[in-house]
């Protein structure tokens, strides 16, 4: 069995770790980028599903 691991990063993306097939909401699937792969919670970033560090340019918290 293959490890999958995601890891909210404080202030930040989540980090996924492992091999995963990510669908589009198509169910497409988005061209893999390797691992790990760091996946955007603020819904900032213009390369969304994926992290482009908007979060770090706004100073996006995450809430408590």
């Given at each position: ?15 996924l770790?492992?091999?995963v ?31 482009d ?12």
């Amino acid at each position: 069995m293959t490890l999958i691991q995601l890891t909210a990063l404080p202030d930040g993306p989540y980090r996924l770790e492992g091999h995963v097939t990510i669908l589009d909401r198509d169910g497409r699937r988005i061209p893999d980028r390797g691992s790990p792969v760091h996946l955007c919670r603020c819904g900032r970033s213009a390369d969304k599903p994926f992290c482009d560090g908007s979060h770090a340019r706004t100073a996006w918290k995450e809430d408590a």
